[in-house]
């Protein structure tokens, strides 16, 4: 038997719960995984809430990543004893998820962890710190170098913003947070942020062109917090989209692509072909400490995970939330 959050939709209501459930019962997949840890992202808060349309089926273990050690693989490309991490591929909204003590899924899913870090890191990472590596990434091939100007990151106190500050700040830009919590100030520049403003600044409608504040911004907001990054982004800048925090509409112009050259990135990290995973991956590994990667984390066992995600939908949560599945 193995413990998982499981979801369950019928005429009783919509409800998530730990629960034990037979390995028999684990979806088909050619490699299963003992699951260390998982974690909780905006999707997962989404999905065991019930507050948006995550889940494809059910019932569903949620649980959008993981990381662990093979237990049993017909895939050659693994075996026995790998430490292997996965991202997305519809896992916590189609196929049962991370957020279990073991997991069977497609091998094509999975990569080998970097060496030297250990299945806990990689899920303080977790996917919120890999989609904004890839945002960084993105940025990194437009050409966007330090020096010039500011890098705004917006939802600076979540996941995707805390990773996204760490990653700017390392590699030597100038790192402007959006926040609407002004309390986190401390943690905030902890990270690497070098000013801070108020997200009340984005988020309401503004103008089609605005002043120009920053070289490139990395935005998990949507919404009108977007169309005003865009209208405020210098000439030939560049901004890696990858959440709706907001919302999802875009209530923007051409203006700022037209007239100023301005590139929007819209990041992907749910299928991503391999190689770039793993560049994603090891550049993670070499960027990031293990003491970097604790000041934004809080751990928490299986069975805080149904309330964890209420106080995320809230609001209440800051930074990275892993999950050890086996306490």
Known sequence: MLKAVLIEKDEQGYRAKVTELPESRLPEGDVLVDVEYSTLNYKDGLAI????????????????????????SSDPAFAAGDRVVLNGWGVGEQHWGGLAQQARVKGDWLIKLPAAMPSRLAMIIGTAGYTAMLCVMALDKHGIRPGPGDVLVTGAG??????AIMLLSK????VVASTGRPEE?????????AEIIDRASLSEPGKPLQKERWIAAVDSVGSHTLANICASTRADGAVA????????DLPASVAPFILRGVTLFGINSVTRPKAERVEAWDRLAS??????????????????VVPAAARLMSGQVRGRTVVDVNR
């Open 49 to 72: 809430t019930g507050k948006g349309p995550i889940v494809r089926s059910f019932p569903m273990v949620p649980g959008i990543d993981f990381a662990g050690v093979v237990k049993s």
């Open 158 to 163: 979540g996941g995707v913003g805390s990773i």
């Open 171 to 174: 590699l030597g830009f100038r």
């Open 185 to 193: 100030r401390s943690y905030l520049e902890s990270l690497g942020t």
């Open 241 to 248: 989209a990858c959440g709706m925090a907001q919302g999802l």
């Open 287 to 304: 960027l990031l400490s293990a003491s970097d990667l604790e000041k934004t984390a809080v751990e928490i066992g299986l069975s805080e």
